[in-house]
């Protein structure tokens, strides 16, 4: 049997020199499938909103929404490190909210940790998650909760300003507790630098290679989506294109009268009419 990852085992990688991989799960079966190419981390991103319940963001995302897929994910890969996502709005308000949001992604979804979005402003927040006993992943950069007030989904960082407050960020969250940060959209200079700064490790996503490890969207990585495709997600495989293709060989099939034939048929009584007396 697999042996389930730590918080510590996952810090320990970034001092040992060994990448992380962390990947999006949503639903048992893709989690089940992750688990066993050996993805270190999965994370039930609130991304989850518009790959796979179609919402035009992921401000719509609710906890109970998390929470149902983040239990399908646990079902799925038992014995995997799952990291449920704090979604808008779910520890914003209070800390005595985000820590009873935070303990359900570990009560009731079995998670290992969570992740939230945000820099110096949620670090308070933090170190009462971590009091609370509920391991915190921070997620600095383009955080897509409050993309408007960013200007959009867009590069971070770029200017010294910003990147001196990511800097600043940074080393704020590892200072209240997070285990690990994620890096989103952001210069791969910058990336360098905020993992040299800090000890925990860094998850990059268009973050560049200096990074401690890197996450993408499972969906992304697959190739499920043709219409748009961020620049710095890389597709290992095409799998829209087929998926339509199989799809519509169904379709004609079903409509032809070819499938099922025989060989996808069950066999019964050659006499079965006159044995059911019609």
Same mark, same amino acid.
């Given at each position: 049997?697999? =042996?389930?990852?730590?918080?510590?085992?996952?810090?320990?990688?970034?001092?040992?020199?060994?990448? *992380?991989?962390? $990947?999006?799960?949503?639903?048992?079966?893709?989690?089940?499938?992750?688990?066993?190419?050996?993805?270190?981390?999965?994370?039930?991103?609130?991304?989850?909103?518009?790959?796979?319940?179609?919402?035009?963001?992921?401000?719509?995302?609710?906890?109970?929404?998390?929470?149902?897929?983040? #239990?399908?994910?646990?079902?799925?890969?038992?014995?995997?490190?799952?990291?449920?996502?704090?979604?808008?709005?779910?520890?914003?308000?209070?800390?005595?909210?985000?820590?009873?949001?935070?303990?359900?992604?570990?009560?009731?979804?079995?998670?290992?940790?969570?992740?939230?979005?945000?820099?110096?402003?949620?670090?308070?927040?933090?170190?009462?998650?971590?009091?609370?006993?509920?391991?915190?992943?921070?997620?600095?950069?383009?955080?897509?909760?409050?993309?408007?007030? $960013?200007?959009?989904?867009?590069?971070?960082?770029?200017?010294?300003?910003?990147?001196?407050?990511?800097?600043?960020?940074?080393?704020?969250?590892? =200072?209240?507790?997070?285990?690990?940060?994620?890096?989103?959209?952001?210069?791969?200079?910058?990336?360098?630098?905020?993992?040299?700064? *800090?000890?925990i490790p860094t998850i990059g996503i268009g973050a560049g290679v200096h990074c401690d490890g890197q996450v993408l969207v499972?969906?992304?990585?697959?190739?499920?989506?043709?219409?748009?495709?961020?620049?710095?997600?890389?597709?290992?495989? =095409?799998?829209?294109?087929?998926?339509?293709?199989?799809?519509?060989?169904?379709?004609?099939?079903?409509? #032809?009268?070819?499938?099922?034939?025989?060989?996808?048929?069950? #066999?019964?009584? #050659?006499?079965?009419?006159?044995?059911?007396?019609?």
């Amino acid at each position: 049997m697999q =042996k389930r990852n730590t918080v510590a085992g996952i810090m320990a990688m970034k001092k040992a020199g060994e990448k *992380i991989t962390m $990947l999006t799960a949503y639903d048992a079966a893709m989690a089940a499938m992750l688990a066993a190419s050996d993805v270190d981390m999965l994370l039930v991103g609130d991304s989850l909103g518009m790959v796979v319940l179609g919402y035009d963001s992921t401000v719509s995302v609710t906890m109970d929404e998390m929470i149902h897929h983040a #239990s399908a994910v646990r079902r799925g890969a038992p014995a995997a490190f799952v990291v449920g996502d704090m979604p808008f709005g779910s520890y914003q308000s209070s800390r005595r909210d985000a820590i009873l949001n935070g303990g359900r992604f570990l009560k009731e979804a079995g998670c290992d940790a969570i992740k939230l979005e945000g820099g110096r402003e949620v670090c308070g927040t933090v170190t009462a998650l971590v009091r609370a006993g509920i391991s915190v992943m921070g997620h600095i950069g383009l955080t897509p909760q409050t993309a408007t007030q $960013l200007g959009g989904y867009k590069v971070q960082g770029r200017d010294i300003e910003s990147a001196r407050k990511m800097v600043e960020d940074a080393l704020a969250l590892e =200072k209240a507790g997070a285990f690990a940060l994620v890096l989103e959209c952001i210069p791969d200079e910058l990336g360098r630098i905020i993992t040299e700064e *800090i000890s925990i490790p860094t998850i990059g996503i268009g973050a560049g290679v200096h990074c401690d490890g890197q996450v993408l969207v499972t969906h992304d990585l697959l190739g499920m989506f043709d219409k748009f495709i961020p620049s710095f997600v890389k597709s290992y495989c =095409k799998l829209a294109p087929a998926i339509k293709e199989a799809v519509g060989e169904y379709n004609e099939e079903v409509r #032809s009268g070819s499938y099922p034939d025989k060989e996808h048929s069950f #066999s019964s009584e #050659s006499n079965l009419r006159k044995l059911l007396g019609l």
